[in-house]
């Protein structure tokens, strides 16, 4: 949807009649710098916000990821990171933020105070809901705004983005510590290793650290990390989850057939008692399938007239 720009035209159907004021979306003004149904939709979707970041938070604190354990260490680290949700709760709030205090300025009345120590704490869908709830008190100003046109458009973006990061996250599996080495910019000697984490998708090939900047082989990675847990145990669905979340293609049905068939040994128990199986025994029967269906794929050959 496009958002209001101020458009003269001549009153359609009406000789010698003085220009009138539409937008560009084709509603009269009347009064105001955007039409009456923008600033409706505004409305909207600031009232969205409240919800709307709470979905955000569900999405960015979901308890369905995946544990993989560190190598070296006994902890878990949690799988996956939902960075689009991250990115467009910052944003969000970035642009309700700045909305704010440019209304207030406009206003006259400086930047939003707040009561001392009321924001103290305060997380950023907090700050958000604020920014929205204070932007919908001053609906009326924001039509007459010399830039509400902009206003409009930032919100309805900023909102939608923030929509679809809720509907199709876009997420960044962990894969490890950088280690690359650190040189003294002035003696070229190594001074040390990057301690940076890496994150890619599961389906990037290559992954740069933000820290350093050196950049990664993203699938040996995923085989190294899966690797590394070669003695962790995890129940069938928690081990397809894993291996799918690190592009290794498989479901529970598969590990549990594999199982049935005597080719893949139970290594325990989890706590509702169902069965565990090793992590790297997977990977070698899987990789052993992989093998076995190339070998027995039929080569092609030219045929000759």
């Given at each position: 949807?496009?958002?209001?720009?101020?458009?003269?035209?001549?009153?359609?159907?009406?000789?010698?009649?003085?220009p009138?004021?539409?937008?560009?979306?084709?509603?009269?003004?009347?009064?105001?710098?955007v039409?009456?149904?923008c600033?409706?939709?505004?409305?909207?979707?600031l009232?969205?916000?409240?919800?709307?970041?709470?979905?955000?938070?569900?999405?960015?604190?979901?308890?369905?990821?995946?544990?993989?354990?560190?190598?070296?260490?006994?902890?878990?680290?949690?799988?996956?990171?939902?960075?689009?949700?991250?990115?467009?709760?910052?944003?969000?709030?970035?642009?309700?933020?700045?909305?704010?205090?440019?209304?207030?300025?406009?206003?006259?009345?400086?930047?939003p105070?707040?009561?001392?120590?009321?924001?103290?704490?305060?997380t950023?869908a907090?700050?958000?809901?604020?920014?929205?709830?204070?932007?919908?008190?001053?609906?009326?100003?924001?039509?007459?705004?010399?830039?509400?046109?902009?206003?409009?458009?930032?919100?309805?973006?900023?909102?939608?983005?923030?929509?679809?990061?809720?509907?199709?996250?876009?997420?960044?599996l962990?894969?490890?510590?950088?280690?690359?080495?650190?040189?003294?910019?002035h003696?070229?000697?190594?001074?040390?290793?990057?301690?940076g984490?890496?994150?890619?998708?599961?389906?990037?090939?290559?992954?740069?650290?933000?820290?350093c900047?050196?950049?990664?082989?993203?699938?040996?990675?995923?085989?190294?990390?899966?690797?590394?847990?070669?003695?962790?145990?995890?129940?069938?669905?928690?081990?397809?989850?894993?291996?799918?979340?690190?592009?290794?293609?498989t479901?529970?049905?598969?590990?549990?057939?594999?199982?049935?068939?005597?080719?893949?040994?139970?290594?325990?128990?989890?706590?509702?008692?169902?069965?565990?199986?090793?992590?790297?025994?997977?990977?070698?029967?899987?990789?052993?399938?992989?093998?076995?269906?190339?070998?027995?794929?039929?080569?092609?050959?030219?045929?000759?007239?």
């Amino acid at each position: 949807m496009s958002t209001c720009t101020v458009l003269r035209t001549a009153e359609p159907g009406l000789a010698g009649a003085g220009p009138h004021e539409l937008s560009t979306c084709g509603r009269p003004l009347a009064g105001t710098t955007v039409c009456r149904a923008c600033i409706t939709d505004l409305r909207r979707w600031l009232e969205a916000v409240p919800s709307l970041v709470s979905d955000l938070g569900v999405t960015l604190t979901r308890q369905d990821r995946v544990a993989v354990p560190q190598p070296g260490g006994s902890g878990e680290q949690p799988l996956p990171f939902h960075v689009r949700a991250s990115a467009a709760l910052e944003d969000l709030l970035r642009v309700l933020t700045w909305w704010r205090i440019e209304l207030a300025r406009h206003e006259a009345t400086g930047a939003p105070q707040e009561p001392r120590g009321a924001l103290s704490g305060a997380t950023a869908a907090q700050l958000a809901v604020l920014a929205s709830r204070w932007l919908l008190e001053r609906l009326s100003a924001a039509a007459v705004h010399p830039e509400a046109a902009a206003l409009v458009e930032a919100v309805r973006e900023a909102v939608t983005e923030a929509t679809e990061a809720v509907d199709h996250p876009r997420v960044l599996l962990w894969l490890g510590v950088c280690h690359a080495a650190v040189y003294d910019p002035h003696t070229a000697e190594v001074v040390g290793e990057c301690l940076g984490d890496l994150y890619a998708t599961a389906d990037d090939t290559a992954v740069a650290c933000r820290a350093c900047g050196a950049r990664h082989d993203a699938r040996n990675r995923r085989w190294a990390l899966l690797a590394s847990a070669r003695e962790h145990q995890l129940n069938a669905t928690a081990l397809a989850k894993a291996c799918r979340a690190y592009g290794v293609t498989t479901t529970p049905s598969v590990v549990r057939n594999l199982a049935a068939r005597d080719q893949l040994a139970p290594a325990g128990h989890d706590r509702a008692g169902n069965p565990t199986y090793r992590v790297g025994d997977v990977l070698d029967v899987l990789r052993e399938r992989l093998e076995r269906d190339r070998a027995q794929q039929p080569t092609t050959t030219r045929r000759t007239a």
